[in-house]
């Protein structure tokens, strides 16, 4: 019988039993991962956040494993088939799909043709062929015929028999289990373009894929989820082969070898005797016919599902990027968001971030009012003191990018800084609920360009406003389980706020929301309390705030700041449960809190095991006293920007050998998407990144890094550009008469094997990002 499930997650984990224990004990009880994670390492043994999230994971699976184990033996039971052999393997199964194999057998079913022939009395016929090979199959049947059951000649009563058979064989857990094996390491996906689409421009995208064939086990994430989805666009036909199949797609006359799996499971064996021919065609048509497409089911969708893990991952990982991406802090910031035809939206607002000016300007096509454009932004930065210029990165950023630096040009004595920030899901907040309650008489458009500027100030405190699946740093975000998704996304948000934390008198209710022990309706009463009383004094006079009660204040407390407030502790990570144990140690050195709080010379010189007590051990006093010496810490890296190339705007403005600076916008399995200004992200393929062999690309760069990158080639028709950051790397040229220099060939050419490794994710994250706000 399996271990208890605390001890399958402690090996999963490589952590003690009594880590888990505990770790699963507060789960149950309700706290956070946060709160366990920074309040609880006495109790849980140090396990971080990663650990923890794949615990709370592995637990539900787990849990759902043991209730489904508990009804597959009731069921069984009932219907008087339950083996202590049965029981001991059922009970032993440490997988849903080990389970579902032994349960299959028992599992209520339709009518089969098998349960038919059974019925008519045909099974001792099944059981005497395949006993004993030299019966005559056409002598024994004629001893079966039943006409009334609708065997009325040897050809049907054969048939029966077979039927009775190949559901036996197909119903055998070890059998199963052993071809599931067998196909995961030699299955080979093969992938044909659909009849009638190899000239379709809408399939054109999949291509690559047209004629492919890739190991099972090897293929990448990206790679699964571009061939689910050229099927599912009917634009390919994907099936599951082995490896020893002829490529032509041809039959061989001899069985294979799952096919001989099933012979020797059922102990056929060819010796030309009379029923031998026979025998061996049931195990054919047992693989063909139930246990192939059975299988290449469920492996195809496991591939899917690795793939979708994976695809979630990478978002997550990005998103964890984006979100803690460096702030530009409390300064006056003016937010463009570019536009031709409907002009270009301005929003100023205040080191805050409260929104104190709109205009809406015209310098391009059709109006071409630059000095217009030029005299109101001038005038808007010398009113409100401008240090800031956000520049959403969607259509005509570039121009407006020109339009921020004549005025930085005008104004030189406001020492304003311009950033393009993406826009991605800028539009999606504009359009929200949530934006029309703060902004309920400002015009959409607008409300797009004060995203932009807030979320130059603090990337965290604007994007929890949008729906994290809305900000589109992933890859085939749209094929992935939406609900796993947005579950493994919202873990990111809410891990990444309470790792910040947040001012209580300032943060958004959605801000608010994700904090440790807060929901919605709880973050709306803390902002409410805030704007009938004021600002809150001290953490303890959250207790006031309508249904915050004891167990909530014990969750969120120690990740909500007050500044400036009664108790300068309120202002730190420490939590408030923990303040005995800084008193013991102002006691000690024979200082105020206000003293001691960044006297970092003070801080290092006390010692850690000198104040932990029954109840706090020397984890939390190490990052108490952490705290204390550098209070507040932001984890958050220092703000900087990218400088952009003048005159290169447009992809025509590439030439393939530049040396460029630009901002990765999205980090792939297969590479980076890098934006260098031109409207469209280039790719830096995976074997591109790094003079030293790259498995993920998550090693070297994050989403929000600036990074040096060579322009390899440019690929107008298709709208792709291939980077590199081996900035040695030879640019490939194209020569008078078009086509492809053999002369200008890279040494490496794997970093152009993007193409091949990313045939329909380039095109679609690549646009993604250029016009992820389009409008």
Known sequence: MLPPIEQRLAAELGARPQQINAAVALLDEGATVPFISRYRKEATGGLDDTQLRLLEERLGYMRELEERRV????????????????????????SKQRLEDLYLPYKQKRRTKAQIAREAGIEPLADALLADPTLSPETEAARFLNAEAGFADAKAVLDGARQILMERF???????????????????????????????AEAA????????????????????????????????????????????????????????????????????????????????????????????????????????????????????????????????????????????????????????????????????DWDGALHTLAALAQKHGVQLIAIGNGTASRETDKLAADLMKLKPELAMTKIVVSEAGAS?????????????????????????????????AELVKIDPKAIGVGQYQHDVSQTKLARSLDAVVEDCVNAVGVDVNTASAPLLARISGLNTTLAQNIVAHRDAHGAFPSRKALLSVPRLGDKTFEQCAGFLRIMNGDNPLDASAVHPEAYPVVERILADVQKKARELIGDAATVKKLSAQKYTDERFGLPTVQDILRELEKPGRDPRPEFRTASFRDGVEDLKDLEPGMQLEGVVTNVTNFGAFVDIGVHQDGLVHVSALSNRFVKDPAEVVKAGDIVKVKVIEVDLARKRIALSMRLSDEAVKKPAGGGRDPRNARPDPRAMAKAKEAPAANNALAAAFAKAAKR
């Open 428 to 460: 999606v907040y504009s359009a929200s609920e949530l934006a029309a309650k703060e902004f309920p008489g400002l015009d959409v458009s607008l409300r797009g360009a004060v995203s932009i500027a807030r979320r130059l100030q603090d990337p965290l």
């Open 205 to 368: 995208k999949f291509r690559d894929y047209f004629a492919y064939r890739e190991k099972l086990a090897d293929i990448p994430s990206h790679r699964a989820l571009a061939l689910f989805r050229g099927r599912n666009e009917e634009a390919l036909r994907v099936k599951l082969a082995l490896d020893s199949d002829p490529e032509d797609g041809s039959r061989s006359p001899e069985p294979n070898p799952c096919e001989r799996r099933i012979m020797a499971h059922a102990g056929i064996r060819d010796q030309g005797r009379p029923a031998d021919r026979w025998l061996v065609d049931t195990a054919r048509w047992t693989w063909n016919v139930k246990l192939s497409v059975h299988i290449e089911l469920d492996l195809m969708g496991e591939l899917r599902s690795r793939a979708e893990l994976e695809a979630i991952r990478v978002f997550a990982k990005n998103l964890k990027d984006l979100l803690l991406a460096a702030p530009a802090g409390p300064r006056a910031t003016m937010g463009l968001d570019p536009g031709i035809r409907t002009g270009v939206k301005v929003a100023v607002v205040d080191a805050t971030g409260k929104l104190v000016d709109t205009a809406t300007i015209y310098p391009h096509e059709p109006r071409r």
């Open 170 to 200: 197909a119903e055998s857990a070890e059998l199963v289990g052993a071809l599931r094996d067998y196909v995961t390491e030699h299955g080979v996906v093969v992938s044909v373009v659909a009849e009638g689409k190899d000239s379709d």
């Open 71 to 94: 009804a597959v033996i009731a069921s069984i039971d009932e219907q008087g088939k339950l083996t202590p052999q049965l029981r001991a393997e059922i009970e032993n199964a440490d």
